[in-house]
């Protein structure tokens, strides 16, 4: 599964500190008996707000192992070889035909379809509490963190593939995936064809 990654921040040892010295004045009410059905309530509401804080800031992050794949299971990452290799798609030989059947519509594309953009998501890092049950934890943070696999490919005027990156990017926003589309296609010939002109009818 990996090495665990352990978020901790200051307020996790405030937070514990403070829980402990509750706990210690509600066992001192408790030998005293000052408190009555309120204030019960009152303590159990502190209780649940203190635990579900103090295991926020300590969830435990596991990474998980990656499969970016394909509708028909390949992956992404050993998707392009050159004419030679074995993979299923070859520099000079793959066709923009063969690239729609296997992959679909793209995510993005040039005016002439020259180069098409794709991406894919997968789970990275499982979130898990160490002090609480899951219910008490989620939705109220995400259980997984994405990771997003981007896959550019670029063909030649007959439509043969050409050329090829992927990315790899994690998070939920602010990913950049159109600055590195446009990087792809910079200085990619693929203005649109201007129509004949007609000739003049006499």
């Given at each position: 599964m990996g090495r665990a990654t352990i978020r901790k921040t200051a307020w996790t040892n405030v937070i514990a500190k403070a829980w402990g010295t509750y706990v210690a004045g509600l066992a001192e009410n408790t030998r005293s008996r000052r408190y009555n059905g309120l204030s019960m309530k009152r303590h159990l509401h502190i209780g649940v707000l203190a635990v579900t804080l103090l295991s926020g800031m300590g969830c435990i992050g596991i990474p998980l192992t990656?499969?970016?794949?394909?509708?028909?299971?390949?992956?992404v990452r050993y998707l392009v070889g050159a004419a030679d290799s074995g993979r299923p798609f070859r520099i000079g030989v793959t066709t923009r035909e063969k690239v729609i059947e296997c992959l679909?519509?793209?995510?993005?594309?040039?005016?002439?379809?020259?180069?098409f953009g794709y991406s894919f998501r997968v789970n990275a890092i499982r979130w898990i509490s160490p002090f609480v049950g899951e219910p008490a934890i989620f939705p109220l943070i995400h259980r997984y963190t994405p990771a997003y696999y981007f896959l550019f490919l670029e063909l030649d005027a007959s439509g043969f593939l050409k050329r090829s990156v992927w990315y790899r990017r994690e998070g939920f926003t602010d990913l950049g995936e159109a600055t590195l589309w446009a990087q792809f296609t910079k200085g990619i010939d693929d203005l649109p064809v201007p129509p004949k002109e007609e000739p003049p009818v006499d």
């Amino acid at each position: 599964m990996g090495r665990a990654t352990i978020r901790k921040t200051a307020w996790t040892n405030v937070i514990a500190k403070a829980w402990g010295t509750y706990v210690a004045g509600l066992a001192e009410n408790t030998r005293s008996r000052r408190y009555n059905g309120l204030s019960m309530k009152r303590h159990l509401h502190i209780g649940v707000l203190a635990v579900t804080l103090l295991s926020g800031m300590g969830c435990i992050g596991i990474p998980l192992t990656e499969h970016p794949l394909t509708r028909s299971h390949e992956d992404v990452r050993y998707l392009v070889g050159a004419a030679d290799s074995g993979r299923p798609f070859r520099i000079g030989v793959t066709t923009r035909e063969k690239v729609i059947e296997c992959l679909g519509e793209p995510r993005w594309h040039t005016p002439q379809h020259r180069a098409f953009g794709y991406s894919f998501r997968v789970n990275a890092i499982r979130w898990i509490s160490p002090f609480v049950g899951e219910p008490a934890i989620f939705p109220l943070i995400h259980r997984y963190t994405p990771a997003y696999y981007f896959l550019f490919l670029e063909l030649d005027a007959s439509g043969f593939l050409k050329r090829s990156v992927w990315y790899r990017r994690e998070g939920f926003t602010d990913l950049g995936e159109a600055t590195l589309w446009a990087q792809f296609t910079k200085g990619i010939d693929d203005l649109p064809v201007p129509p004949k002109e007609e000739p003049p009818v006499d």
